[in-house]
């Protein structure tokens, strides 16, 4: 069973792990909380809209609470939380220069969500050590976008990337 530390992990988690008959479609599982040998468990569960297959991923007992989680993950690597905050980034920079309100504050959504993906790459980094070691990297999605650049894992890009990012929410007006 999967440990997640907030629902949000859980969720990404799912979202990162694409059906392997390799849709691009978006999967859209229900939500549940089962009682499985008297211990709460959350599923997230449905059917793949392209092949049809029966996908089902079972939590045990998720922490409640606001963000990932306190601590490092153990179910989502350094290179996926990279993954995840320039994705974000990405997507908070093309709505900042949206014409509606409703565009900023997407655009800052997204930021938010790039700076806590960040974070969580950076909790990955032993104290004293200046960069996430490449052991801990063990995904496919990680380790791709490890191998295109090690030295982004380096703690002081990751910390000039976070000041990029945090410079750029701060020009977005809502
Ligand atoms: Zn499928």
Do not use: H
């Amino acid at each position: 069973m999967l440990a997640a530390r907030s629902l949000q992990e859980a969720r990404l988690y799912v979202d990162l792990r694409p059906c392997d008959c390799g849709t691009t479609s978006p999967f859209d599982p229900e939500f549940s909380v089962e009682e499985v040998d008297g211990q709460s468990v959350v599923v997230y569960s449905g059917t793949c809209p392209n092949c049809g297959t029966e996908r089902r991923f079972e939590f045990a007992g998720v922490p409640d609470g606001d963000g990932f989680g306190a601590g490092t993950s153990s179910i989502i690597d350094p290179g996926e939380f990279l993954w995840v905050s320039d994705a974000a980034t990405d997507q908070a920079l093309s709505a900042a220069t949206g014409p509606d309100p409703a565009d900023r504050q997407a655009a800052q959504a997204a930021f938010e969500t790039a700076l806590a993906a960040l974070d969580e790459v950076l909790k990955f980094v032993p104290a004293g050590a200046t960069e996430v070691p490449a052991e801990v990297i063990r995904s496919e999605l990680g380790r791709t976008v490890y191998d295109a650049n090690p030295d982004r894992f380096q703690i002081e890009r990751l910390e000039q990337r976070r000041a990029m990012i945090t410079d750029a929410q701060q020009r977005v007006s809502v």
